[in-house]
């Protein structure tokens, strides 16, 4: 069974995450995507970060009763930064065995801006070598070059892209697939600065996201 894990500090959830999941689902026959907030995002300043909790339940109330979306809290419960290699080991010694059963096949789901930040991620080759990539472009079709580029200069030269231009494949370590999704031009930056500025954000978050938001005054 084909599972993607999309990562991500969801600080809050929106419709641009939503979006692009229900569109990748679709397009790589996913059957399950699960959905991880970190607890500490190692990569992303901690201003106007709410509490891992929020940003679960946030998560947790939208995917309860989707099926095929899951949320899931197993970044939480590790103590310190989320390195997603960690999670990624933890999913392959059976993390989801019990409520999922053992015959998933994950892939990491990634926006192209997470994609050009992992040169920084803990472990990186580690990742090329254990899982494969959905790497989601956000709108840009003409962006694949720049992805070439970047895994040719930090990844690996033996990366190749094949004739649909569709995935790049190595001969020793997992392929990295590209996804167009479409363009949704949606930040959880431009949730918070709406929030702060007493500006609507009705049709931009889920409405159980906006009501977390309101009931306990996030993002002020
Ligand atoms: P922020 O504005 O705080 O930086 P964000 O909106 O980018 O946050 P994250 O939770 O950091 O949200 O994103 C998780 C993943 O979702 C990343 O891989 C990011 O590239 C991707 N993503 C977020 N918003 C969109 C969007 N509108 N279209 C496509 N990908 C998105």
């Known amino acids: 069974m084909e599972a993607g ?6 600080n809050p959830l929106h419709n641009g995450h939503i979006g692009i ?7 790589f026959h996913l059957q399950k995507i699960f959905l991880f907030p ?19 339940e946030m998560v ?12 899931s809290d197993i970044e939480l419960k590790r103590k310190g930064p989320s390195f997603t290699i960690d999670t990624i080991n933890e999913l392959k010694n059976g993390a989801f065995k019990k409520p999922h059963g053992s015959r998933l096949h994950f892939s990491l789901l990634m926006g192209s801006d997470a994609f050009f930040d992992i040169i920084t991620w803990k472990k990186q080759s580690l990742i090329f ?4 990539i ?23 030269k ?8 569709t995935q790049f494949t190595h001969e020793h370590l997992q392929p990295v697939r590209i996804c167009n999704v479409p363009k949704i031009d949606i930040s959880s930056t431009m949730i918070r600065a709406r929030v702060k500025k007493n500006q609507s954000i009705n049709g931009l978050v889920p409405a159980n996201v906006e ?10």
């Open 158 to 165: 033996g990366y190749k892209l094949d004739k649909g231009l």
């Open 211 to 220: 009501n977390i938001i309101k009931k306990k005054d996030l993002y002020k």
């Open 21 to 27: 999941i229900k569109y990748v689902k679709q397009a």
């Open 5 to 10: 894990l999309f990562g991500g500090t969801f």
């Open 60 to 71: 947790k109330g939208w995917a309860e009763n989707r099926e095929g979306f899951y949320a």
């Open 134 to 156: 959905i790497v989601m472009l956000r709108g840009d079709r003409t962006g694949i070059d720049p992805i070439a580029s970047f895994i040719d200069e930090y990844i690996s």
């Open 38 to 56: 970190s607890a500490t995002p190692p990569h992303k300043s901690i201003i106007d970060l709410v509490p891992a909790r929020d940003r679960l």
């Open 129 to 132: 070598q254990t899982i494969p």
